[in-house]
T-cell receptor, first 111, second 111 residues
Framework: KAGVTQTPRYLIKTRGQQVTLSCSPI?????VSWYQQTPGQGLQFLFE???????NKGNFPGRFSGRQFSNSRSEMNVSTLELGDSALYLC??????????FGEGSRLTVL | EDQVTQSPEALRLQEGESSSLNCSYT??????LFWYRQDPGKGPEFLFT???AGEEKEKERLKATLTKKESFLHITAPKPEDSATYLC????????????FGSGTRLLVRP
């Protein structure tokens, strides 16, 4: 199985706080994309980074942001948390043959 | 607007009872159609990518097919361990790795 690593796996925050999630893509690959999964909305695209540049962005408010470092690791940040931000946040990384592999996700609960 | 619709929402099968899951899509130029399996609390597990109408791919008891408007995931003689949510997603030609997901089909295979 491809090695997309996400940390932390679980976290609990309260409304108004901020959170930072981390993703390490498949070794040697420079593209990382982020998705939010909720029971009501399903899987929705947040943004994609390639070589430290945001290449695409989904329809989410500015409280959701991300960045990518020179070693391809990526972080996403959500500021001023709301109850509706409770979700499974997934990171994905493509292989050279175009397959897109997901990590196990970070489960965020906002109280 | 790019859109993916999966049916049925839920499917219950007896072990050994073959069936098909449907994924209908509209996209402004298809680059790839992806199938994933997702177990509760885990990230989606990559199954197949299909690129052009008429293409078919197989893996164990699963076979995916693609037409210009829909894809089918055929499950032959399923086993209880095939129980999961199956997700379909499309990638448009100009969207890098932004996938548009359907809401999934929850499959339960009873022994």
């Amino acid at each position: 199985k491809a090695g997309v690593t996400q940390t932390p796996r679980y976290l609990i925050k309260t409304r108004g706080q901020q959170v930072t999630l981390s993703c390490s893509p498949i070794s040697g690959h420079r593209s990382v994309s982020w998705y939010q999964q909720t029971p009501g909305q399903g899987l929705q695209f947040l943004f994609e980074y390639f070589s430290e540049t945001q290449r695409n962005k989904g329809n989410f408010p500015g409280r959701f942001s991300g960045r990518q470092f020179s070693n391809s690791r990526s972080e996403m940040n959500v500021s001023t948390l709301e109850l509706g931000d409770s979700a499974l946040y997934l990171c994905a990384s493509p292989t050279r043959t175009g397959e897109l592999f997901f990590g196990e996700g970070s489960r965020l609960t906002v109280l | 607007e790019d859109q993916v619709t999966q049916s049925p929402e839920a499917l219950r099968l007896q072990e050994g009872e073959s069936s098909s899951l449907n994924c209908s899509y509209t996209v402004s130029g298809l680059r790839g159609l992806f199938w994933y399996r997702q177990d509760p609390g885990k990230g989606p597990e990559f199954l197949f990518t299909l690129y052009s109408a008429g293409e078919e791919k197989e893996k164990e008891r699963l076979k995916a097919t693609l037409t210009k408007k829909e894809s089918f995931l055929h499950i032959t003689a399923p086993k209880p361990e095939d129980s999961a949510t199956y997700l379909c997603a499309v990638q448009a030609r100009d969207s890098s790795y932004k996938l548009i997901f359907g809401s999934g089909t929850r499959l339960l295979v009873r022994p």
